[in-house]
């Protein structure tokens, strides 16, 4: 089972900050947060990951809190290509590491 | 550049028959991955080659096999299609192992 939990669906307007929460209340010390996105039926993309600071590269910011139960992905001005599903992703140890993809959140971009 | 290319990109089966979905990755990467989807849901790990040479079962490798036949190549063979492997197959590769992964575009694959 995943190990987290996000939003199904979420709206944001083209141009703003999109947002998007992830709980992951039962990570461990040394289980990193990926993120991917998954436009329309394409192979997945991936576009950031950490393990408890914040992170941030061309495409997006991971915010991590300090607990590690959850995080937030921020892409910092959402254009309508942005339009897509977003699985946020913990590397489970106990899995022996695999990537444990949940239902993610559909995020729409209006304009 | 193409990245990771998988072949087919459609096929329909009929159950018993057999096939295998062909992956090939020109980024020099050690790792590849062999995913499914099923509608609304999100990707579950088939089999996945941590290098050349190696490969290891994923959380759903029943009635799947797979080959790494060389650093490029990782192929998936149903030996026996059954309707419930029904579903879009991903491949992936990456240069260190579960670290980020580059996905093909999909292979969409119907057993009647």
């Known amino acids: 089972d995943a190990k987290t939990t996000q939003p199904p669906s979420m709206d944001c307007a083209e141009g703003r900050a999109a947002n998007l929460p992830c709980n992951h209340s039962?990570?461990?010390?040394?289980?990193?947060v990926y993120w991917y996105r998954q436009i329309h039926s394409q192979g997945p993309q991936y576009i950031i990951h950490?393990?408890?600071?914040?992170e941030t590269n061309e495409m997006a910011s991971l915010i991590i809190t300090e607990d590690r139960k959850s995080s937030t992905l921020i892409l910092p001005h959402a254009t309508l290509r942005d339009t897509a599903v977003y699985y946020c992703?913990?590397?489970?140890?106990?899995?022996?590491?695999?990537?444990?993809w949940g239902a993610g959140t559909k995020l729409i971009i209006k304009p | 550049n193409a990245g990771v290319t998988q072949t087919p990109k459609f096929q329909v089966l009929k159950t018993g028959q057999s096939m295998t979905l062909q992956c090939a990755q020109d980024?020099?990467?050690?790792?590849m991955y062999w995913y499914r989807q099923d509608p609304g849901m999100g990707l579950r790990l088939i089999y996945y080659?941590?290098?050349?040479?190696?490969?290891d079962k994923g959380e759903v490798p029943n009635g799947y096999n797979v080959s790494r036949l060389n650093k490029r190549e990782f192929s998936l063979r149903l030996e026996s299609a059954a309707p419930s492997q029904t579903s879009v197959y991903f491949c992936?590769?990456?240069?260190?192992?579960?670290?980020?992964?580059?996905f093909g575009d999909g292979t969409r694959l119907s057993i009647l």
């Open positions: 980024m020099n990467h050690n790792s």
């Open positions: 039962t990570i461990s010390g040394n289980e990193y």
């Open positions: 080659s941590a290098s050349e040479g190696t490969t």
């Open positions: 992936a590769s990456g240069t260190g192992l579960w670290g980020p992964q580059h």
């Open positions: 992703i913990v590397r489970v140890e106990d899995s022996n590491y695999q990537l444990i």
């Open positions: 950490g393990l408890k600071n914040n």
